[in-house]
């Protein structure tokens, strides 16, 4: 291979690629990779840049998220045919890595790390308040979570210091509590930071149960102490005043002492009622992230994914059929391929298309797998009517809008679990007698007007088609 230097055209490309990521994503991707050769392949005769990366799971991150942009803005700068390759070479890594002497520093430096982070986790063990499976090596990130994702490796790179607080928020079964706990798990792994892990179930029954012991001074002591505080679903403390009046002081204390918060909801932030003013703008402060369901080719990844973690084989034919009729949340398809997995080994069955189709029926005809969020439904509904959504969560009172959202909530019941809260809160925080009095008018209309059976069937296809395809 002939040797090139190149390095102008990569330390331009970094220049874009920071001005289209921003300082934070960029910083915790970037700021750790080296530059190390340009070369040509002889017999190939391909040109590429190699770099040099702190780890496997740097390597393949920044292989899946960012390659291809890479590359092509390489061959624009460059003229040429030039594309990106990567060594894992450790974080002390220089320049010089490619002479044998940096190379035996380099592998010294990657071991000694290595050995140091091993060393931290064989100390403290696993955290008692979190999974050890939800970590970032099982997290698929794909177009629906890469943003949240970004900032939350970001966070592990300098907790307290850059998006903090971090708000992640979304439907059910996205993974919010794996994302956050993953967070969790790589600062406890690789440091001696003390992180709290809660729910906020728990962090209200640990309040109820200081005040009611006189010890509200252990309750704060134990939490205004902490380095990293995570909270799942904080939805819970609405219209609790008193701990939310305790939650604003410690999220003002950590913040104070930039200790990283991170918080997970069902919804964005401004949209839960009875929820402090003075605490919903804390969350301004920092980062906002929203989970969104994954796409059909997301949800083949995350199926490979964990079909690899079980250390079990399915055939592509398998994985189509059920990225195509799972659309719901990443639980509802992690649960079926463990269920797919446990029926195999039970019944010593290898694994087809036909075993697949059989098993799995119920749950590919379940209504829920048309990825049916209320948002799906408002959407669908609003350009089936000719409406924008803000139409229908809006305090329009027009008769065509009046019957459009009152339709949209009655399919919402029909079609989701959603509780008559749930749906008049995505209804512009509509409260939930709203609703029933919605569905009701629905239901007389339907004993009156034969021709609006059929309107409802036509939007349900609509709103599955659709949902299949997002």
Wanted: hydrophobic fraction near 35%; charge should be neutral; glycine fraction near 6%.
């Amino acid at each position: 291979m002939a040797d090139l230097d190149y390095e102008g055209f990569w330390k331009e490309t970094l220049v874009h690629l920071q001005n289209d990521l921003g300082e934070e994503v960029f910083s915790g991707w970037f700021s750790d990779i080296k530059y190390l050769r340009a070369q040509i392949d002889e017999q190939s005769g391909k040109t590429s840049i190699v770099i040099g990366v702190p780890s496997p799971f740097h390597r393949d991150k920044v292989n899946s998220l960012y390659q291809s942009n890479i590359n092509s803005k390489l061959s624009e700068l460059s003229g040429i045919d030039l594309s990106l390759e990567m060594d894992v070479i450790g974080k002390q890594a220089k320049k010089s890595a490619s002479s044998s002497q940096s190379s035996d520093k380099n592998d010294t430096s990657s071991a000694s790390s290595a050995e140091k982070t091993q060393k931290v986790k064989e100390k403290r063990g696993k955290h008692p308040q979190m999974r050890d499976d939800y970590t970032f090596d099982r997290y698929v990130i794909g177009e629906n979570n890469k943003y949240a994702a970004n900032a939350a490796l970001a966070i592990c790179k300098n907790p307290g210091k850059i998006c903090n607080p971090f708000l992640i928020y979304g439907g059910v079964g996205l993974g919010k509590t794996h994302l956050m706990q993953s967070i969790g798990n790589s600062i406890h792994d690789n440091s001696d930071s003390r992180v709290i892990c809660i729910t906020s179930e728990n962090f209200l029954n640990e309040y109820i149960e200081g005040i009611g012991q006189n010890k509200m001074n252990v309750f704060r002591n134990k939490y205004r102490q902490a380095d990293v505080l995570l909270i799942d679903d904080i939805q819970f403390l609405t219209d609790k005043p008193g701990v939310q009046d305790e939650l604003f002081h410690t999220f003002n204390a950590l913040l104070d002492a930039k200790k990283q918060l991170v918080f997970t909801c069902d919804r964005p932030i401004e949209d839960l009622k009875k929820f402090e003013e003075r605490l919903i703008s804390r969350f301004g402060l920092g980062i906002k992230a929203d989970l969104q369901p994954p796409r059909y080719e997301e949800r083949c990844a995350i199926l490979k994914s964990v079909a690899q973690a079980h250390g079990v084989s399915f055939p592509d034919e398998v994985i189509d059929l059920m990225g195509k009729n799972i659309a719901s949340n990443v639980r509802d398809l992690i649960s079926a391929l463990n269920n797919l997995i446990k029926y195999a080994e039970l019944m010593g069955e290898k694994i087809t298309l036909e075993a697949a189709q059989k098993h799995l029926k119920n749950i590919f005809n379940a209504p829920r797998q048309a990825n049916l969020s209320m948002d799906n439904i408002i959407r669908v509904s609003s350009e089936y009517f000719g409406l924008t959504p803000n139409d229908l969560k809006g305090k329009k009172r027009s008769q065509n809008i009046v019957f459009a959202r009152q339709l949209a909530m009655y399919i919402g019941r029909e079609m989701t679990d959603n509780s008559m809260t749930e749906i008049g809160q995505d209804f512009g925080g509509r409260d939930h007698t709203t609703v029933i009095h919605s569905i009701d008018k629905i239901k007389g209309k339907l004993i009156t007007d034969p021709t609006l059976e059929s309107t409802i069937e036509n939007l349900k296809r609509a709103i599955k088609e659709y949902g299949a395809k997002h």
